[in-house]
Every structure is written in structure tokens, then in C-alpha cells.
């Protein structure tokens, strides 16, 4: 048996179902094993942005990793952008890489360059496997590396002669390790910072399911404390009956605000909070100085079980789910914009739906009227590198076919990996994509804004606006396959989206406003 | 003065007149420099390959380098591909990269990443400016940098408070380094090697130029050598009148074969022959055992004083270029294929047109075709990192506003970065792009075939076809402004050539066959 079908059979046997890929010459021998190895579907992307963000939406939504195939150097910088985005979802991924002939590795050909260190800044685990014999190990030591807790990127690069030469067979899954359970003192001091307060728990990763927002609710009810979740989270429960949260702002001003009174902070799966980007005259950290931040859990940690020791330590017990009639916004007339497309949203969003928001400056105006539609998952730009939203709604459709995706894209973004739109329609995905057609780097424009520049010059204006020539949205989705419509009244979105939920397959509606 | 203002003038004194660039949130300072200093053209692309791959082919045909501007790690992996393809060119690029400010570093935020080691395996010099007063001398540093020779990426990593901080004036340019001269005693042991025989000239770099060229055949004329240029060249010039040369074939069975005989291998300002990938059974060096490798001049050295002394040490003086008539290729009729295609392209590719070769399996038929063309200069896939062709067109017309550029670009990497032909549009660049639509990635195809796979399963087939569904490049052309056509008879590629090379602007042509 070749390597390439020890590897295969290795990954299949260790639960990896799914293959994300666009290959080139060193992972033929691969490509050829897909055929002799049952229980491995590949899927194939015209970009490696799609492979990675694909994988990343995939394991977001399926709590797996799916396996990637890159090609080399240049396959993998070309993920790189959304494997970023995966490592700061910790999402579980197994990035494999295709790589020349170890005998081949001293001629400086074309395509030579130093794989594993254009792969360590993305990886949390990162090994080329050079012995024919440990492939298959290689392989399922990769599997388990993806699945931490917490994920993690692990990338295995396969030279090709690696990959063609005979050896031994496949290895066995390892087992998972379990995520760690609370540490009672740990929970014993932040039950005592809530109640002493003023304070506030902010969530992230698992514990941003319904039960964990519950426990959360309770305790922070039971004790006054202030709740938030990060700005941006890998995955979010919410909808109608869901017990609420909302997300730190995303502009430092309002979320140095939202926490300025606290002097405790109570961290469940995530980081101390900090802004986005640095601004000059502005703190970097958003709590307060000399707020203290208590840990309940770590990234990766049992934060269910960690809430629920809270609520224990507390003597609350969650309310049971609101049975309560929460009224979603009204169908929209007039103008299209973010705030009418947000009560589309909200109107129709089907229950069980999984929203990818890459939508930008629009999010703040879509986000919350969202709040009372049917329960659904809401994944977000995790790490900041746009072009996450079409290839994540690509994988978590990839993931849960019974459910239908709605991706959120603005058309700034959306034009970094718009092949996706192709991937969607060869598997018939069932996602429709809405590009806000705003024609300009929008956040840019208020980012210039805050350095005191109002009134841009010809050429800052020119990189800030893409609206010369337009982009053709409608024209680029059929272009690829996707059945594409445009809207330019709320009225008019309203009927397009309707009409796109209704129907199964990819969809892409272009709201201009 | 703040930073940004003072790299920007320091790159203008320094002779960068080109910003290509898809900026963010920590490069806003420099946008709004641009506007504060004269000579800096901006150009938006939109996706980040694009920017490297026209920072390329503005340098090939420039012979200088354009800056680009890339937003952190992810936008700096966004363009690692078409990096690598320039560092392959040897081509100088200032590759600007915007990072956190300093003070927001130790904070892991979500756009965190360790923007130097994404930029090393690229780039032939990094430098991280963490002293507002020294970058100003490190912009000048970058451009030196870059300029080589060799020609380099020089990556200037920017933290966003060094820019926006106030701080000293603009920098001198600093002086190039001249390009090494030949050694007499490599004259020498060349000129005898040649004379020796069998013998082979294998060029590449700036030798690729008229002069350079009739000195080689000179030489080769004069001692029975063989004559060869690098399969994958950045820039070569050739046509009617142009001394011929033949690339290296691609596949390293008739490589080797054609350097089968020799004794001795003279390198003009290129390395040691290797085979593109490894193959089970196939050596990597394709110079036969035994051969000895001589250098003439070393990459980046002075290729032309290099040829003229080794003319003068065998005492032959180049001939006068030829008047001969040479007969270009009729209008081909019949069906649509690479050999009419480049039938057609032998037959109207105007005099001083750039043509930026993508083609991939296609090229075969295509390049020698266009050989008895006006004079012409051919750019060559150098790092083999596909993605590269509609970049390095869309570089190549800014550096060259009054020459015909044609893009020769395979559907399946013309895919990677579509986006190019957006800025062909806003720019209003004389670009026509020809996309060879065989809807599959036809290369693989081949190489599945070299492994012995002559009939692939349903699963390899799936990754290699491009056909379900099919692209529509017609309309993915006109989606980002660019007139757009379909051809698939001989006549009509032939008749909607001709006109999309007599109106000036972006075209592209849809080759079906």
C-alpha cells in the first residue's frame, strides 16, 4: 500500500469524512487513493481561501475536522487568510499539504519553498512527515491534534515521495482528549467576585449554546453582574427562546463604556477583552484598570460544566426556556439598507438556520433585529481576515445539508473569495448569500474618519470606494453557476428573499442600496 | 511629520512612483499620506494576489519596483503566491506590510499574527521598523533592497503607531548596487568548455534581451553548442528579427534528453537545470552524470558584459540581425484548439505587445506559433504557483501604458485571481485576456496519466474537471466591467482577436473548445 492510501485510510478511520481541496501534481497519489478508499468525500474548490474557510464552517458546525489538500508553499499562502480566521475560531483542522520529493527538496525548483514555516504562524501543530513508516501515525496524530480541545490547526505536510512509496498499512484513531473539567476554586472565586460585584461574565466558544446561556443568564440575574459575549465568536445560539447575550461593541469608545464600571470580570472560553485595532490615545485593554479578571474556564475547557458549577456554587437554577410570544420585526417598505434587511432577516429567517455575517458595517444594523427570529446558529469573522463569509457558509453547509445557510456578505469582502459561489452550486448547497452592495470599503471610510480625516482626498478615496466600475453581482453568481437576483427597494428584498428560502440550492441576492 | 508621510516621500525619492494596494485599518495613515505627497500613483485590487502578481509584472517590465501596501498577516498570506512567483522572477518588489501598533502587540487581538514569519520564506529581506525615527531610512533601505541585484522582495513591516507617530522628515534614496561583472576567469574556462564540447548555453534573466541573445547564438554558432533559455523565464524577449531560442521542455523525459549528450553546461545568470517535480525513478538534475556546469555570470550579475567577453575571448562578433522575412502563421479555420488559438495570436500580435503566459498545457501549441510575431516580449509562470497570468498582465500595462498586453490564461488558474480584471477596468489597462476554457485542470490530467491512472475514478475525476457547472467567463468578465466575448470555431476567435486588439482597453475572450 502507498502512503498516500495508508494516510487516507488512516484519516477515515479516525473520523475524518470530508476532503476540501484544489490539488496540483504532489498530491496525485492522494487524489488516486479518494477512489480505492470508501468514506472520504472530496469536494473541490476553484481557491484554497474557499478550502480554508470551508473547513473552518465546517467544523464550526459539525464539531470535527474535515482534512484540506493544498499544494505546497503557494496552495497553503493561499489559505493562510482563513486559516487565520479558523486558528482564532479554534476550529479543529487537519491542513494537509502537499509537498516536493524529499529527494527532490536541495534542487531550489519552481516550486520549492519552506512549507512548514509559511504554515507555523497559522498552526498549533505543525509536522513534516519524513519516514514512509510513520505516515500513517503521522496522520492520526494529526486528527487528534486538530480536536485539542481547544482546535486547533494541525498541518501535516506530505512530501510526494512520501506519499508514492510502498509501506505499512493504516493506524488506528487515537483517542480525544477530554476538555478539562472546572477547577472548584476557580468556580468558588468567581461566584464570590459576581456576588460581590459590580461585574460581569463575558462567554465565548461552547459555552454559547443554549444551556451554557441559560446557566449564564441565571447566574448573572441571580447576582446583578452584567453579561456579554465576545465581539466576535466562532458560533452563536440565539433566536426566539434562547436565553439573550449580547457581544462587546466593536469600536473601542462604546465597549470601554459598556465595562467601565466593573471591578470584576468573570472569563468563560475566552481572553481578558481587548479593541480590535489600537487607536492613537486609547487603551488597548477594555476592562477597566484594576477591574479583576477571574478565569471560570479556559479556551477548550468544560465551560458547560464550569456554569454549571457557577450556578451551583450560586444556588441559582437557569429558568426554563421563555415560552413567552417574541414578535419579529414587520415586513419592511421603502428605502433598502442594513436596517431593512435586518427585518427581512428577522421575518424570515426559517428556524435551524446557520447565518455566516461577514457583513461589516452593515452587522450593527442587521444583528439585533435578528434577535426574535426561530432558533438559529449565528458564526462570525473570527480573526478579521475578510473573505471568511462565502467559503464558511460553503462548509457548514457542507455540514448540516438539512439546514439552510444564510450568509451575510459585504461586497468588499465578498469579492476576496467569490469562488465559492462555484463549490456551492456543483454540491447544490443550500445557501443564499446576500451582498450588501454598498460599492465601498465602508469601514474604511469610518476608519479614516476617526484619524480627523472627513474629507478624503482623490487618492485615499480611490482605494476606500469600489464603485468605478460597479461590480455586477448578480452577473459574477450566474457567472459560476448561482441562480442571482438584485433588489434595490425593501419591498423587492423582501419578495427576492422569500423566494430564495423557499427554494433549495444556492442563491445570491444583491441588495444595492 | 508623521511616518506614513515620511515613508511615502522617501519612497518617491527613491523612485517608487507605484502604490498597488488593498489597505485596512492600520494603514489608513498611509492612505492619507498619499494624498499629502505628489508622485505616488494608488491602484486598488481587489484581493491581495493581485496586488503581489501585479507588483511582478509592473517590475518585469519596469525594470524598478512598485510598493505595495498589505493589511497584517492575512492580507500579506493573501499574496504569498504570487510573491513567490516574483521571487522566482527575481523581480523587485517593496512589499509594505501594515501591522498592529506596538503598544497593541502583546494583546493577542483578533487580527494578531506574526506578520514576519508569514513574509520570510518570500522575501530576500525583512525588516520590521520599531522606531518611528528610523523608518525613513528603513523605507530607503527597502528600496535598495529590492533593487538588488538580484532583483527581491524586500518586505518593510509598518506597526501603525510608527506611522502615525510625528518624527523626521523624509530620507535620500540610497545608491544601487551595480550588477557584478564577469570574472575573466570564468570567461575563460566557458569559452574553452564551449569550444570543448558537447557543449549546451543555458540563459536566463537579463541575458533573455536582443543583445544578449544574438551574443549567445553567436557563441553557440561559433563552437556547435546548443543554445537553451529556462523552461519559465521572467521576461523574454523574442519575434521576427529577435535571435531564437529554445526553453527547456517542461517534462524532464525530453529534458533530459535534449541535455542527454553534453559534456559541458554553461550557466548564464541562471542555476543548475532541475525537473519541475520529482517522479518515481526519475533523477531531479537533468544535466546528465558527468556534465560539467560552468557559470558564465551568476543570477543578478551583469548577464550582457558577461556575453560580450565570452564573444571576445572565441573571437566571433554576433551577427546583424536578421531581415530575412519570416512568415507568420495563416488565419486558421476549422476547429478551436491551442494550435489555432495560437495560429491566430502568430498572426496578429502586434509589434511591441506583452504577452503574460498562463496557458499551461495549452502553451505547447501556442508558444512556438508566435515566433515569427512583431517583436514581442513573452512572460513566463516562474514559480509555478498558478494565479499568476491576469496579476502580471494587469502590472505589466501600468508599467507600460502605450504596449498591447495579452493575457494567454487557463480557466482553472485564471480562477485564482479574477479579481485582476476589475483593475483592468478601473485602470482602463490595454489588456486583452484570452482564457483557454478546456473546463478542467488539464495539467493534472496529464499527471494523473504519469502515475498510471489512465482511467481515474469518480472521486479524482471530481477534483480535475471543472465542467459541472460550467464557468461562464463572459459574464464573470462583464460582472467586473471588462467587454467580453465567446469564441469556439477557429474563424470566430480569429475575427473577435482582431477586434479586441484594435480598440484600446480591457477585453476578454472566452476560448471554448
Chains 1, 2 share one sequence.
Not at 444583528?367 to 469573522?381: I, K, S, V
Not at 448547497?429 to 450588501?436: E, M, Q
Request: charged share 15%; with cysteine; aromatic share 4%.
Amino acid at each position: 500500500m502507498n502512503g498516500a492510501e495508508a494516510l487516507v485510510r488512516t484519516l477515515v478511520q479516525s473520523g475524518v469524512e470530508l476532503c476540501l481541496t484544489n490539488p496540483g501534481t504532489s498530491e496525485m497519489h492522494f487524489v488516486a487513493a479518494l477512489d480505492r478508499v470508501p468514506g472520504m468525500r472530496p469536494v473541490l474548490a476553484l481557491f484554497e481561501g474557499v478550502v480554508a474557510g470551508a473547513a473552518d464552517g465546517y467544523a464550526r458546525m459539525a464539531g470535527k475536522p474535515a482534512a484540506t489538500l493544498l499544494h505546497l508553499g503557494p496552495g497553503l499562502g493561499n489559505a493562510i487568510a482563513n486559516l487565520h480566521n479558523a486558528r482564532k475560531a479554534r476550529s479543529p483542522v487537519v491542513n494537509l499539504v502537499g509537498d516536493h520529493a524529499l529527494s527532490h527538496a536541495p534542487y531550489d525548483a519552481p516550486l520549492s519553498s519552506d512549507v512548514a514555516a509559511i504554515a507555523a504562524p497559522v498552526s498549533g501543530w505543525v509536522r513534516r512527515s519524513e519516514r514512509r513508516a510513520d505516515l500513517a501515525s503521522d496522520g492520526a496524530a494529526a486528527v487528534a491534534a486538530a480536536h485539542g480541545p481547544p482546535g486547533q490547526i494541525a498541518t501535516l505536510i506530505v512530501p510526494a515521495d512520501v506519499a508514492w512509496s510502498d509501506g505499512p498499512g493504516p493506524e488506528a484513531a487515537l483517542a480525544h482528549r477530554p476538555p478539562s473539567a472546572p477547577e472548584p476554586e476557580a468556580v468558588r472565586a468567581c461566584a464570590a467576585a459576581l456576588r460581590e460585584g459590580p461585574a460581569a461574565l463575558l462567554l465565548s466558544g461552547s459555552a454559547l449554546r443554549r444551556e451554557g446561556l441559560a446557566r449564564a443568564n441565571a447566574a448573572a440575574a441571580a447576582t446583578g453582574a452584567k453579561l456579554f459575549c465576545d465581539t466576535f465568536n466562532a458560533r452563536l445560539e440565539r433566536g426566539a427562546g434562547v436565553p439573550p447575550i449580547t457581544p462587546l461593541p466593536y469600536f473601542p469608545e462604546p465597549a470601554l463604556e459598556a465595562l467601565s464600571q466593573l471591578r470584576h470580570l468573570v472569563l468563560v472560553g475566552t481572553q481578558s477583552p481587548v479593541a480590535f485595532f489600537a487607536y492613537p490615545e486609547r487603551p488597548s485593554e477594555l476592562a477597566p484598570p484594576g477591574c479583576a479578571i477571574h478565569v471560570l474556564v479556559e479556551p477548550g475547557a468544560d465551560a458547560d460544566a464550569g456554569l454549571e458549577a457557577l450556578c451551583d456554587e450560586l444556588g441559582v437554577v437557569p429558568a426554563p426556556p421563555s415560552t413567552a410570544e417574541e414578535t419579529p420585526p414587520s415586513p419592511p417598505t421603502g428605502r433598502l439598507g442594513p436596517r431593512s434587511i435586518g427585518a427581512s432577516l428577522g421575518a424570515l429567517l426559517p428556524e435551524g438556520a446557520i447565518v455566516s455575517d461577514e457583513s461589516i458595517t452593515a452587522a450593527a444594523a442587521v444583528f439585533p433585529q435578528t434577535r426574535c427570529a426561530p432558533p438559529h446558529d449565528w458564526l462570525f469573522l473570527t480573526g478579521g481576515a475578510i473573505g471568511q463569509g462565502m467559503p464558511l457558509a460553503t462548509g457548514a453547509a457542507l455540514a448540516c445539508p438539512e439546514r439552510k445557510v444564510v450568509c451575510l456578505e459585504g461586497d468588499g469582502s465578498g469579492m476576496y473569495t467569490l469562488q465559492s459561489l462555484w463549490t456551492q452550486a456543483r454540491e447544490s448547497l443550500d445557501v443564499t448569500s446576500i451582498v450588501f452592495a454598498n460599492r465601498s470599503y465602508g469601514i474604511l471610510a469610518v476608519e479614516l474618519a476617526r484619524l480627523g480625516v472627513a474629507e478624503p482626498g482623490p487618492r485615499a478615496r480611490s482605494v476606500l470606494s469600489i464603485e468605478r466600475p460597479v461590480l455586477d453581482w448578480v452577473a459574477l453568481a450566474r457567472g459560476m453557476g448561482v441562480p442571482a437576483r438584485r433588489a434595490s427597494t425593501a419591498e423587492e428584498f423582501h419578495a427576492v428573499l422569500r423566494a430564495s428560502l423557499a427554494e433549495p440550492g444556492p442563491h445570491l441576492i444583491e441588495a444595492v442600496y
